[in-house]
Nanobody
Framework: VQLVESGGGLVQAGGSPRLSCAAS????????MAWYRQAPGKQRELVAS???????KYGDSAEGRFTISRDNAKNTLDLQMNSLEPDDTAVYYC????????????WGKGTLVTVSS
């Protein structure tokens, strides 16, 4: 299984970048795809998740500003981020996990988003 993130980079405060994650090699497609982020000196935290059935969940930092979406046919995951702030600076990771048998959890290598003030 391979997860490849794209769309990171340097963004000005208030910007609206879009992150994408392309997944390949997944056989059991009933799963939850998610974006996590890890800022310098902080723990990794959930940004948002979406199940294969379309149920979404947002972390407090993303609620109202970010929108997660997935394309089950293409095995892709997107994160539309709006109104970015310097505190959003972090490495953003794509994750796919399946909580039911057969279980799995895979991570991408991450993409750095740097928000300048």
């Amino acid at each position: 299984v391979q997860l490849v993130e794209s769309g990171g980079g340097l963004v000005q405060a208030g910007g609206s970048p879009r992150l994408s994650c392309a997944a390949s090699g997944i056989v059991y497609t009933a799963n939850v795809m998610a974006w996590y982020r890890q800022a310098p000196g902080k723990q990794r935290e959930l940004v948002a998740s979406v199940s294969s059935g379309g149920t979404t969940k947002y972390g407090d930092s993303a609620e109202g500003r970010f929108t997660i979406s997935r394309d089950n046919a293409k095995n892709t995951l997107d994160l539309q981020m709006n109104s970015l702030e310097p505190d959003d600076t972090a490495v953003y990771y794509c994750n796919v996990k399946r909580p039911m048998t057969p279980t799995y959890s895979y991570w991408g290598k991450g993409t750095l988003v740097t928000v300048s003030s």
